[in-house]
């Protein structure tokens, strides 16, 4: 794919997914959570241009460390998701303005590193920001699933979210 397709992807993606995460949203970890993150990893791997051929070394320092700060973000992501459980047993979750935080420092971070990586002469191609993308979704999911089905599943709380708070009252058509 060409350099500007891939990054309308890497857009389209990341704003489909952030979007849909600050909607409450049920988690079922039934499905293949996975499948997304693997498809786009390979995406991302099969580009022979990866890595810069006149700067192999720097180009796989960034690489890194892009794979680093979208796993970071992704573990951030997750842990500042708030989780609840309906009264039918369906875990529910939505994105906290924690979640807002560390997607601005991930994503100020992403910037800082692509002006290293140019600052240094190093080509930087569409794929690095592709794996991390698909890394941070990867990690997130995963986390989610490991807290409403870990080890310790009775850690959610079997309470609906806004519990103790007063219901609106409604009035009933005529």
């Known amino acids: ?8 992807a890497i857009v389209a993606v990341a ?5 849909r995460q600050f909607r409450a949203c049920r988690i079922d970890t039934d499905r293949r959570w996975w499948v997304l ?7 991302a791997l099969r580009d022979p241009g990866i890595l810069d051929s006149h700067h192999p070394t720097a180009s796989a320092v960034l690489l890194g460390t892009e794979l680093l700060i979208g796993l970071a973000t992704g573990a951030g992501w997750a842990w500042t998701t708030r989780t609840w459980v309906e009264a039918d047993g369906a875990v529910w979750g939505r994105s906290s303005r ?3 935080a560390v997607w601005i420092t991930g994503m100020g971070l992403r910037a800082g590193l692509f002006a290293v990586g140019a600052a240094l002469g190093v080509h930087q191609g569409t794929p690095a920001p592709l794996l991390a993308l698909a890394g941070t979704l990867l990690v997130r999911s995963g986390i989610l699933a490991w807290r409403v089905h870990g080890p310790h599943p009775d850690a959610v709380p079997n309470t609906t979210y806004g519990d103790g708070m007063p219901r609106p009252l409604w009035k009933e058509p005529v």
């Open 1 to 8: 794919m060409s350099g500007l397709v891939d990054a309308l």
């Open 15 to 19: 704003v489909v997914v952030i979007v």
């Open 37 to 43: 993150p693997v498809i786009l990893g390979i995406v």
């Open 98 to 100: 924690a979640s807002v």
